[in-house]
Structure formats: structure tokens, C-alpha cells
């Protein structure tokens, strides 16, 4: 099964392939568009101390 929403050229597109072939499956999920694009080091937030052991 392959399903598609949105363009590349919009602002988030996204490719789903799907398959299955008993007893095995996967899935191959793409996101692209200008909001699936990977951060530069500038636009990375570091997360404050705090929350780094909030399930310890």
C-alpha cells in the first residue's frame, strides 16, 4: 500500500509504503517539505537540566 499527502513544494508532505508479506511487514514513512527539514546548530534548543533525569 503507498499512500501520499502533499507536494514536496508544500509545507509538510508526507510518503507512506507499506508492506506486508506474512510473517514479515514495514514501513517506509518519508516527511519532506520546509517543515520536515533538519535543523542547522543555531535553531537547536538545548533542554534545561532539569528534565534531563525527570524519569529517574
Known amino acids: ?3 501520499r499527502l502533499g507536494e514536496p513544494t508544500d509545507d509538510l508532505a508526507i ?3 507499506l ?3 506474512k510473517p514479515d511487514s514495514w514501513v517506509n514513512l ?3 517539505g520546509g ?3 533538519k535543523p542547522t546548530a543555531d535553531q ?3 533542554a534545561p537540566p532539569e528534565l534531563y ?3 529517574d
Open 15 to 17: 510518503s507512506l509504503d
Open 53 to 55: 533525569n525527570l524519569f
Open 44 to 46: 537547536v534548543v538545548e
Open 35 to 37: 517543515a520536515a527539514t
Open 30 to 32: 518519508d516527511l519532506t
Open 1 to 3: 500500500m503507498r499512500v
Open 19 to 21: 508492506v506486508h508479506a
